[in-house]
């Protein structure tokens, strides 16, 4: 049985071995071209997008619903 707070993205952009500041760039670029109300899952292992990513989202007005951390993997849920 599936959890009822599990978030399903509409996209996923990976970007595992980018440096920083290509998660965070790449992320506006990619919610840009999403319908409002679509959820994006980036996955990030660059520490510094912690910082940059959720900031970024908000001061453009997305939304961000989660942020899941595994060791060096970061899984950000963004809504536009």
């Known amino acids: 049985m599936q959890n009822n707070e599990e978030i399903v993205p509409d ?4 970007m595992q071995g980018e440096p920083c ?9 990619a ?7 679509q959820i994006l899952e980036i996955i990030s292992d660059c520490p ?3 910082n940059n990513i959720p900031l970024d989202a ?11 951390s595994y060791g060096p993997t970061i899984r950000y849920f963004i809504k536009k």
């Open 11 to 14: 996209f996923r952009l990976d």
């Open 21 to 29: 500041p290509y998660p965070a760039i790449n992320t506006l670029e």
């Open 31 to 37: 919610m840009e071209e999403l319908e409002k109300g």
């Open 48 to 50: 510094q997008s912690i």
């Open 58 to 68: 908000k001061n453009h007005g997305y939304e961000v619903l989660k942020i899941d």
